[in-house]
């Protein structure tokens, strides 16, 4: 039996031999390796069920020296399965900012890129190097994947509502511009798997901080109030705004100068399957996905 999610996506393949995982169908056919994990370590066809309980992220409550040996084995096999290793892996700290690093030669195969390194923390990086592994890790945020394949270049965001708030998709896409002289118009981005609109409440400042620093045009695009209800299911006053953070992602990279047509967005909700994922907002917090983007180009 095939593993499945609550949603029917289309723009992605799910991948089960080895460590399962997914890919965009569109950097698949630009021949770029990609990944998205799930929980599992393993997936069993035949019987249709898996092991689950992947880690490859080191969380907060863990020991790191406890925690590092086993994450770092399970992206090194993740990695493995995309044709690369962890001797290229580039992460970062992912603190919700929307600060994007250009990634040297130095930043292959060590610790995040973050605080130590650069006095600043950082959730994106960009990358002209032939075969750097970037990795990103959400337990709801979405991964942003960007590629140019004219200039054979890649950049990987973790965009939560905070880095989404400050636009790292575009952050991301203007040091591609201006590191690499790519042409937005030839680039391709696509929104990974993380928390969909009716799971996504939030406060009234999240809204506030929107029409701000956005417009309340676009606010009132990406952001709805769902009425409250009372015992029998009837509204009443009240309520609380939804985010759609992969609208508000895909503005942002149409808004940057990614073509429509260029942009792939996952419809797969990270809390409505928490079987299969960990959620931050679900309560799986016991790790995170790793989203992973090799920047090699078979074509
Ligand atoms: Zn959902």
Redesign the pocket.
């Known amino acids: 039996m095939k593993l499945r999610f609550s949603e029917n996506s289309k723009v992605f393949t799910i991948h089960t031999d080895g460590i399962p995982y997914l890919s965009f169908d569109m950097l698949d056919e630009l021949g770029v390796p990609n990944l998205y994990s799930t929980r599992y370590i393993s997936w069993d066809a035949e019987n249709g069920n898996g092991i689950t309980g992947l880690r490859t992220a080191i969380m907060k409550t863990e020991d790191p020296a406890e925690a590092a040996p086993v994450c770092r084995a399970n992206r090194d096999a993740l990695a493995r399965q995309l044709g690369s290793s962890l001797a290229m892996e580039i992460s970062t700290d992912q603190k919700h900012t929307n600060y994007v690093h250009v990634a040297s030669g130095e930043d292959l195969g060590v610790p995040p890129v973050g605080s130590v390194l650069h006095r600043q923390f950082v959730d994106g990086v960009v990358t002209d190097i032939p075969d750097a592994l970037l990795t990103a890790f959400g337990g709801d945020c979405p991964p942003v994947y960007i590629v140019d394949p004219v200039k054979k270049t890649a950049g990987l965001v973790h965009a939560g509502w905070k880095g989404t708030l400050g636009k790292i998709p575009q952050v991301a896409v203007a040091q591609m511009v201006v590191k690499f002289g790519c042409d937005p118009s030839d680039m391709y981005a696509a929104i990974g798997p993380g928390?969909?609109k009716?799971?996504y409440e939030m406060g009234d400042e999240v809204y506030d901080a929107f029409a701000a620093q956005w417009s309340r045009e676009d606010a009132d695009r990406i952001l709805s109030r769902y009425p409250a209800k009372d015992g029998d299911g009837r509204e009443i006053p009240g309520g609380k705004y939804h985010l759609d953070l992969r609208e508000a992602n895909r503005l942002t990279l149409l808004r940057a100068g990614i073509p429509e047509d260029h942009i792939a967005v996952s419809n797969v909700?990270t809390?409505?399957n928490v079987d299969k994922f960990y959620s931050y907002r679900g309560r799986r917090l016991e790790n995170e996905q790793a989203a992973m983007l090799v920047n090699h180009w078979e074509r």
């Open positions: 928390v969909c009716d799971c909700c809390m409505c």
